[in-house]
């Protein structure tokens, strides 16, 4: 009887054992199966974040992540923009000369994922880069695309005032696809947005605000900064078209799509530059509630550059200037970003309000 009984009882612990296993098998190959047809990282939990990504399966490696890192649904769109950011992006690496290297030279060995500097976007096919990487010219670097192709550099270019690298490479007489910006009015508070780390792993995060952090500002200095929910340092932003918004650096996002007006000199004369007008100001639209009684558009000269061409234009400190060419100053028409769309050399006339009387000047931008 107890022979019986013990039989019974192993049939059962064999029943049960046999079915957990399967059940986990069964997930497992699920997961898989999601990770190549859908997206390569989703939440498990107790486990956090778990990367299927090809590059770290390539590698024998099987990353998890701690559970309160946003990830992505598993949906064929987050897919789709992986694969498109990964097309015009490129890894950065230092460069490996292959004389101090004993084995035999390969990207395999010498360029993994794990040892990226970083991610460089493609400003044009011709080989324009762009990262906010602060990169020595003094160096050499190698960058790497996503089929392990290598392409050396021929220039580097350092903008002191965004702190972004500008990079030339040879694109061995292949037109490299290029990188499309998210226009500044199409990126809101609330919005949707991904991340792509330079591990390539893809996170969902939310614009939290557009933030301008000084109160004083210049026309010579962009401040206004993305500021996103999650705060993955060097991780480019995406938008859901697959268009790029930025860095995260240590301000924020600086969105890419201002840089437009200075890639026309990057991509034409090698060199940044920017037009000059040399005026520090304060904006009334952000001081003045506009229940006030009070002419609240429009920005106050706060101080003017010596010999610049708003000094040399007889612009003064406490000026009310309220329009540029036909454009009125307010919430919607940001005075710095109007000054740098445009090009050193133009001439703009600027309307300047005192009680009920306005003034034209006129003033010709310099370069800086």
Not at 93 to 117: A, C, E, G, R, W
């Amino acid at each position: 009887m107890t022979n019986n009984k013990n039989k019974l009882d192993k049939k059962i612990f064999d029943f049960l054992a046999i079915s957990i296993v399967g059940v986990i098998a069964g997930l497992l190959g699920a997961l898989i199966f999601s990770s190549y047809f859908f997206t390569s990282s989703f939440t498990l939990p107790f486990f956090g974040q778990i990367n299927f990504d090809s590059s770290n399966l390539g590698s024998n490696q099987l990353i998890i992540k701690q559970p309160q890192k946003v990830v992505i649904k598993q949906d064929l769109r987050a897919y789709e923009v992986i694969n498109n950011i990964k097309e015009i992006t490129l890894d950065i690496y230092p460069l490996v000369k292959t004389n101090q290297i004993t084995n035999k030279f390969s990207l395999d060995n010498f360029y993994k994922q794990k040892d990226s500097l970083g991610k460089a976007i493609i400003l044009s096919n011709n080989g324009w880069l762009l990262t906010n990487i602060h990169l020595d010219k003094n160096k050499k670097y190698i960058f790497v695309d996503k089929d392990k192709n290598k392409y050396k550099q021929e220039k580097i270019i350092y903008d002191k005032l965004t702190k972004y690298s500008f990079i030339k490479i040879n694109n061995n007489n292949k037109a490299l696809p290029v990188a499309q910006f998210t226009p500044l009015n199409e990126i809101n508070p609330g919005q949707s947005v991904l991340i792509f780390d330079k591990f390539n792993n893809l996170y969902s995060s939310l614009i939290a605000n557009l933030q301008s952090k000084n109160l004083i500002k210049s026309t010579e200095k962009f401040d206004c900064f993305v500021k996103i929910n999650q705060n993955i340092k060097g991780a480019i932003v995406i938008d859901y078209k697959s268009r790029i918004i930025g860095f995260i650096g240590e301000q924020g996002v600086f969105p890419i799509i201002n840089f437009n007006n200075a890639l026309k000199y990057i991509f034409k004369q090698s060199k940044i530059k920017r037009p000059y007008l040399g005026i520090s100001y304060y904006s009334l639209n952000s001081l003045v509630s506009k229940t006030d009684n009070f002419n609240n558009y429009g920005i106050i000269v706060y101080n003017i550059d010596t010999n610049s061409p708003s000094q040399k234009a007889g612009i003064k400190i406490g000026d009310n200037i309220v329009q540029i060419n036909s454009t009125k100053l307010n919430e919607k028409n940001d005075f710095t970003k109007i000054i740098q769309s445009l090009n050193p050399g133009d001439e703009i006339n600027l309307i300047i309000k005192k009680g009920n009387k306005e003034k034209m000047i006129s003033v010709k931008l310099g370069e800086k």
